[in-house]
């Protein structure tokens, strides 16, 4: 039968891995919501970029058509 002392001790062992491993968690969940945080500024900045392009080739766009206007009234 084992000793009062033994049961002590075994316990003892489990609450510290119980401590550890809510130690690591706590710390995997921090972990985790710095790159959520991150995961959504480069959403944000995916989607600005986006827009930027869009306006550059709206203007592309723009500047051909008035100069295939010119060219056509020219000619």
């Known amino acids: 039968m084992p000793s009062k002392t033994g049961d ?11 401590a550890k491993l809510m130690a690591e968690t706590s710390r995997i969940n921090a972990e985790l919501s ?9 959403e944000a900045e995916t ?5 930027y392009l869009v306006a550059i080739a709206s ?6 058509a008035a100069i295939t206007a010119i060219i056509i009234k020219l000619v």
């Open 34 to 42: 710095k790159l959520d945080l991150d995961s959504k500024k480069t």
């Open 47 to 51: 989607t600005k970029l986006f827009w």
């Open 59 to 64: 203007g592309f766009v723009g500047a051909i």
């Open 8 to 18: 002590h001790h075994e316990s003892e062992k489990i609450y510290a891995e119980i």
